[in-house]
């Protein structure tokens, strides 16, 4: 009797506008058990690192099947049930590709992984005959801000070289200050070039950005294959050099490698044509092959808020198997992002119960493809299973905390949307705090770096929430230190496995602060907003002007 009168205390609490004076009750819903159950299934070698288009991750996309089937979930389509497939295209560079650049009295054959590293791969990249090399600073085209590095500047049938980033800027009107912009994207660096004739692009790390020093990380991210959607846009050849061929690249330039770093100290970028060519012939192993999103529904039930539905999304795929280190070569992806998963699956479980359904409808996707560049929320969009104009928000989570318990939460994007808001009261409902990025420790475009990007550009308010890092058994000096080291000693690893030491009390807290955060947008008549000066207003307002 007990028991019950307690759920009935928790359900009240969390669907119900939370007040700081609120004592925290912990939410004892939440089951260890399953968390652990799901966790050892899904970072198993037997499932070989749940690589895009193996055989692995076909048996994790079956296995989430069959848990929302037992959860008792209604899937998206009655003719499929669960699962979006869609084709895929595979490839992979051999040893025999060549990238040669060509200098007026010699050339230069570059070796793949020690000198360069492929963005895409496959037949659209061929450039058999020499064609000119061209430097377009950073590569941005920005008309809000009056910016241009293709203004007085002809590339077309040739190959670009730009910078990693965007220029510096202390003032927030331009370039958002401190904080990176949209241009920053790489993504968007090559579409720009492509639309302005460009035959491919070179990426070359900034000097100044001390983050793309690590050459030997960037090779271990690109050792694996290269998939994109079948039916996306022909790509053209898109390459990263390795930073030590910077003073090369302009060794005979009008200006020289150390001039482009001041230029880029003092914000005087310029674009100049190289005196070099370049051309690049590529052999590839190649498949198409099909995967699939898994995406369920859990009906509102409110009759005004049951055809507007919360998203909530996570990853199941992985990098599978690759580069041995220390014998292991399968990538297990524990944390990124089995935890996620299972996150999810609890979630799932606990919303499915009759005394937490939600006064509006929530769809659960469980997202293939998004190590390989997100493929699935990529194609999601493209796609949506309900209009995105209905979607009234997206939580999305890739990792858990499995370290220890937290005292911070940091929601990646939060600054972005009403979202944050939510957020706060959920975490502050906890006794938790709210934390900002930590610049020295995480990417300038953390928000873009998972699927949640995919349904921002799209119009959808998204956020990741993420674990702070201060807890409960350590400093925050040393809580640092062990994010550090986890970052570079397992982060895409074989190490990011099941024999890391995982702390399940972190696991259920990090669940329970998804549950309030998710339950509270989901009980919330109004939909979520971006803010004013949010980059992704404009497509939320088109979507739903044209109710797409």
Known sequence: ?????????????????????????????????????????????????????????????????????????????????????????????????????????????????????????????FTPAPIPVVFVGYGIVAPEYDYNDYRNIDVKNCIVVFLSGEPNSGDDIYFDGEKPTIHASLNLKQKIALAHGAKGSILLPNPNDRSMDDWFEQQRQFLFE????????????????????????????????????????????????????????????????????????????????????LLLSAHYDHLGIGTPIDGDSIYNGVIDNASGVVALLELTRIFSRSEFRPRRSILVVFLTGEERGFLGSQYYCLHPVVPLYKTAANVNIDGLSLFDRMHSVVGVGAELSTLGRSLDDAVHSMGLEIDSLFSNLSQHNQFRNSDQFMFAQAGIPSILVAEGLRYESTSFEEGIKRYVAWSEERYHSPFDDLHQPINFAAAVQHVEILFRFSAAIANDPHDPQWNLRSPFINARLISKAEKK
Not at 13 to 30: D, K, L, N, R, W
Not at 37 to 49: A, E, I, P
Not at 102 to 109: E, L, N, V
Not at 255 to 266: L, Q
């Open 1 to 125: 009797m007990r028991r019950v009168s307690f759920v009935v205390i928790i359900t009240w609490f969390v669907f119900h506008p939370i007040v700081a004076q609120t004592e925290y009750i912990p939410f004892v819903s939440i089951s260890p058990d399953s968390i652990k159950k799901h966790l050892f299934v899904l970072g198993n070698d037997s499932l070989q690192g749940r690589g895009t288009g193996y055989a692995g991750c076909e048996k994790t996309a079956l296995y989430i099947c069959n848990v929302l089937r037992g959860y008792g979930i209604r899937p998206f389509s009655p003719s499929t049930g669960f699962m979006q497939t869609f084709p895929l295209h595979g490839s992979k560079p051999m040893e025999e590709t060549r990238f040669t650049l060509y200098a007026p009295k010699d050339s230069y054959a570059l070796r793949l992984k020690d000198d360069y590293v492929l963005y895409s791969a496959g037949a659209q990249t």
């Open 226 to 309: 290269d998939v994109h959607l079948l039916v996306a846009p022909s790509e053209n050849l898109n390459v990263m050099i390795n930073p030590k061929l910077g003073p090369f690249v302009f060794s005979d330039a009008e200006y020289s490698f150390d001039e482009i770093a001041e230029f880029d100290r003092k914000g005087t970028m310029k674009s100049f044509r190289l005196p070099f060519m370049a051309s690049f012939q590529g052999q590839f192993q190649e498949r198409d092959f099909l995967s699939s999103n898994i995406i369920g529904i859990i009906e509102g039930t409110d009759p005004q808020l049951q055809d507007s539905y």
